[in-house]
């Protein structure tokens, strides 16, 4: 397997990408925030299984961002 791809190198790729709600999450993300956040977006770093990635940063903080992105991907369909 490839080595991980960083967080700001892939904050990088995907920060254009998102809707402009979404991108102060993308700012502060971390490890599998930024995972979650880069696949509703088809988005994927290079070498990181995306499940069971017990990265930075607490597990409450990444749900809690999950959410949020959900959410605003959510309203933007309606």
Known sequence: MSDPEPDAIFRQRIIC????ELRPFV???TGSELD????????F?????LKGLGA???HS?????????EEALK???S
């Open 45 to 49: 770093r290079t070498g990181v299984p």
């Open 61 to 69: 903080r990444s749900e809690a961002i999950r959410r949020l992105v």
């Open 27 to 29: 700012s502060i993300a």
């Open 36 to 43: 979650a956040i880069g696949s509703k977006y088809d988005r």
């Open 17 to 20: 990408l998102v809707d402009d």
């Open 56 to 58: 930075e940063g607490s």
């Open 75 to 77: 309203a933007k369909r």
